[in-house]
């Protein structure tokens, strides 16, 4: 391995934790002309090869082996499940030198698993356009997905926008209403990020200056420890059911208002605060389907509401026809 084709790793492993779906890596690679250990002269890569190559242990320095009895009956395996292990269960190192850290390569794997069942990544036969807030943008008219078109080339709205979302006829919408597009995703956005920014805040503050909160923490790891106790003694015939039954009853009474302090202590982001954080920094390199995943964590819906009589100014975008509907918090 060269160090040029390290340096596509490095990069295909950033673009893949910035949302960048490993069939565009396997384009760019087909692009670049790359080839893999079984690539057929004449041809270009496959995208199971990219697959492998981002997914093999080597990457990181580890060692893999897998049985040729294995390799002839199933062709191409993953190499993720065939780690060499010591018998400590820690992982062999190899021989060679390692493109990336064990840490950078699992979060890359976890990244690439995390896709497997949710649609993402290789799409086939997709023919809709997903902008930011397809999906996401409903007609405040009558309820349906907006979908996305764009501006006939060579119009100043072309120019100004590119696309518009609209309410379309053919899905049962009403097909009364549009929007430019950018302007509504960019106060989506700047929105979307001021409550992640203040999550994040609130989280700081919770854990710093709360003390109350510390000691309700405390105060349930030494329930569960006495609850823990009480089985032990129990299981020991030390208590009789009786007893273990009244003492379990006590501790469980208060952990139940336990809890109940610490939901009203805090006041239950939707995204831990270390996440939020870095949601709000990585957010301008993001890809699109990263970032409306993140939207669609915090976000039930964005309702667009028509402009009314003589339409909306030209050239000005109203926040006031714009309605976020936020997903309902879920508290622990
Ligand atoms: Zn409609």
Not at 153 to 180: H, I, N, P, V
Not at 222 to 249: V, W
Request: hydrophobic share 30%; charged share 35%; aromatic share 6%.
């Amino acid at each position: 391995m060269d160090e040029g084709e390290a340096d596509l790793i490095r990069k295909a492993r950033q673009d893949v934790l910035l949302g960048k779906p490993a069939s565009a890596v396997h384009a760019e690679w087909a692009e670049l002309g790359v080839r893999g250990p079984q690539t057929p002269p004449g041809k270009t890569i496959g995208y199971s090869s990219v697959v492998y190559i981002l997914r093999n242990p080597r990457l990181c320095g580890y060692r893999s082996y897998i049985p040729q009895e294995i390799r002839e009956r199933s062709g191409r395996v993953d190499p993720v499940e065939y780690l060499v292990e010591r018998t400590d269960g820690t992982p062999v190192i190899g021989q060679w030198e390692a493109i990336l850290t064990p840490d950078e390569w699992t979060e890359l794997v976890v990244e690439l698993d995390s896709r497997k069942n949710t649609g993402r990544g290789r799409r086939k036969g997709s023919t809709v356009t997903r902008r930011l807030l397809t999906g996401i943008a409903r007609c405040a008219r009558c309820g349906t997905g907006l979908y996305s078109g764009t501006y006939l080339r060579g119009t100043t709205s072309y120019e100004r926008y590119g696309y518009y979302y609209y309410c379309r006829k053919a899905d049962g919408g009403c097909g009364k209403l549009a929007r430019s597009g950018p302007p509504v995703e960019d106060y989506v956005e700047q929105i979307l990020l001021g409550s992640l920014k203040q999550q994040a805040d609130n989280a700081t503050r919770v854990e710093v200056e709360d003390p109350e909160l510390s000691n309700a923490k405390e105060t349930l790891r030494r329930i569960e420890s006495d609850k823990a106790e009480a089985r032990q003694l129990r299981a020991d015939d030390l208590l009789s059911l009786a007893e273990f039954a009244r003492e379990m009853r006590r501790l469980e009474e208060r952990e139940r208002n336990t809890k109940e302090n610490v939901a009203g202590l805090s006041a239950g982001p939707v995204r831990a605060g270390s996440t939020a954080a870095r949601v709000v920094r990585e957010w301008e390199k993001y890809t699109v389907d990263r970032k409306r995943d993140e939207l669609k964590r915090s976000i039930e819906a964005v309702v667009v509401k028509p402009a009314g009589k003589g339409g909306a100014q030209r050239g000005t975008f109203r926040p006031d026809l714009i309605e976020i509907v936020w997903k309902e918090i879920l508290r622990e």
